[in-house]
């Protein structure tokens, strides 16, 4: 059975802080990793990850893989309170139509 | 952009009753998915489709049924609402192909039921 794990599940840290969250997986057939971030309603999308040691990077956010040891992480630099969200990180499994989800990590980010 | 549109923010149902969630993606994707979020569950895969009536389970189907009459319109049913239904669903789409599994998601129904 195909599995993604996040860690920690929630995180509280004061604005200007670095973060780094963790997602580890035990996929079969793995293609790619896919991060996520959930403010509301709607995930939205922010990386996905092919290649180990490739760094994906958006402004303040960014992500790598290593697929020796079947992990990525998601780094936000001077976090600010707009970065509160449920950061959500999954993987293809053995199908090729469907994503399995870790549970999350709910970051709070506090003035 | 993608959009994917639910039809419902918010729903209050009474237990017994059957219940709609209707999901409608513009981009002309083959795949769409439907979701529960629960609090410590994560997301979890109901059911999806990668063509007009076809229909896959999902990991928790049991209670639930879908319905793929036109390519752009993707429907969760709910055939006897019951208490442990109450929940987040997220409708989501994506285009098929075996390198490219970003999911675009609608903004989510609040079912309660009651």
């Known amino acids: 059975e195909d599995k993604v794990v996040q860690s920690p599940l929630s995180l509280v840290v004061h604005e200007g802080d670095t973060v780094t969250l963790n997602c580890s997986y035990e996929?079969?057939?793995?293609?790619?990793l896919l991060w996520y971030k959930q403010e509301k309603k709607a995930p939205t999308f922010l990386f996905m990850l092919?290649?180990?040691?490739i760094e994906k990077k958006s402004g303040r956010l960014s992500s790598i893989l290593d697929k020796k040891e079947l992990f990525s992480i998601l780094n936000i630099t001077a976090t600010q309170t707009g970065d509160s969200a449920i950061y959500l990180c999954a993987s293809p499994g053995a199908g090729s139509y469907q994503l399995t989800f870790g549970k999350g990590t709910k970051l709070s980010v506090i003035p | 952009d993608v959009k994917v549109t639910q039809s419902s923010r918010y729903l209050v149902k009474r237990t017994g009753e059957k219940v709609f969630l209707e999901c409608v993606q513009d981009?002309?994707?083959?795949?769409m998915f439907w979701y529960r979020q629960d609090p410590g569950l994560g997301l979890r895969l109901i059911y999806f489709?990668?063509?007009?009536?076809?229909?896959e389970k999902g990991d928790i189907p049991e209670g639930y049924s879908v319905s793929r009459e036109k390519k752009e319109r993707f429907s969760l049913i709910l055939e006897s609402a019951s208490t442990n239904q109450t929940s987040m669903y997220l409708c989501?789409?994506?285009?098929?192909?075996?390198?490219?599994?970003?999911?675009?998601f609608g903004s989510g129904t609040q079912l309660s039921v009651l």
């Open positions: 092919t290649s180990s040691g």
């Open positions: 981009m002309d994707h083959e795949n």
């Open positions: 989501a789409s994506s285009l098929w192909s075996g390198t490219n599994e970003k999911l675009f």
């Open positions: 489709s990668y063509d007009v009536k076809m229909k």
């Open positions: 996929v079969t057939n793995f293609r790619s």
